[in-house]
């Protein structure tokens, strides 16, 4: 897979909300950072996963578009992009979005993300 292939894995397996299915695409020691804290380690990144999961709900929908790949190399690739969300409450839906950005890296024969960074839009 391409870095543009696991960003795309990526964003549709994290609507399954099953954190199993994102472990072969997120490196061991990558770093995200969220609206509500840092996480580093994949049992950490997979507490922050699972925590939001259960806050929103199976009804959750994730998606990226904007999408500008800002760098791509053979050994690294940075990709910004507007994060959009969905969910239903009550019957009544809610959404919101922000901006983000992912960094991979490429190990061997494999890209990872090592980095991921959400965040609002400024004020």
Request: proline fraction near 2%; include cysteine.
């Amino acid at each position: 897979m391409s870095a543009r292939d696991v960003l795309e894995a990526y964003t549709d397996r994290i609507n399954r909300q099953d954190f199993d299915l994102l472990i072969d695409l997120i490196a061991p020691d990558a770093t995200f950072w969220f609206s509500n804290g840092t996480y580093s380690g994949i049992a950490a990144i997979r507490a922050a996963f699972e925590a939001t999961w259960r806050a929103m709900g199976p009804s959750e929908r994730y998606w990226l578009d904007e999408l500008e790949w800002i760098a791509e190399g053979d050994s690294a690739a940075a990709c910004t992009y507007r994060f959009n969300w969905e969910i239903t409450v009550d019957g009544k839906r809610q959404s919101g979005s922000g901006r983000g950005t992912t960094v991979l890296k490429r190990l061997g024969d494999r890209w990872w993300i090592a980095h991921e960074h959400l965040s609002r839009w400024p004020d």
